[in-house]
């Protein structure tokens, strides 16, 4: 994957909720002013994975609706700090951490934006 977006109806909302779980900062994208566009910064991120901000374009998904769209996971240092977080600052509960052999301990949330995205911390060795 070279790139992705994160469609958001508030987008400073969705900054301070990503920038707190992942750790990512943000840059205006020239150009992108009409649609409140910015590039993330951050550790795992660059060269060949670029992500970006935008004012989502339609209504936002009713949350526990189906996901529309793809589900991006990231590796924290842990998954259980990263689901609290997420649940302290906005986010519900999409799937609680969860260890799985071989792979790590991963979780779901809902960022209050109608996006779920996950979080891993992998597993020993891999």
């Known amino acids: 994957m070279a790139h992705f977006e994160i469609h958001?109806?508030?987008v400073a909302a969705g900054k301070a909720f990503y920038g707190g779980l992942y750790g990512w900062t943000f840059d205006a994208m020239p150009g992108g002013e009409e649609i409140d566009y910015h590039l993330a910064s951050g550790a795992g991120l660059g060269g060949d994975l670029t992500i970006g901000l935008m004012k989502r374009m339609n209504d936002t998904p009713a949350k526990g609706s189906a996901i529309r769209g793809?589900?991006?996971t990231f590796?924290?240092?842990d998954c259980d700090k990263s689901y609290a977080w997420a649940l302290e600052n906005g986010g519900a509960e999409a799937l609680p951490p969860t260890d799985f052999p071989g792979v790590g301990r991963c979780a779901y949330v809902?960022?209050?934006q109608g996006n779920v995205v996950g979080?891993?911390?992998p597993a020993k060795g891999t």
């Open 75 to 77: 590796d924290v240092a």
């Open 110 to 112: 809902e960022d209050g």
């Open 70 to 72: 793809g589900t991006m």
């Open 8 to 10: 958001l109806a508030d």
């Open 119 to 121: 979080m891993i911390s």
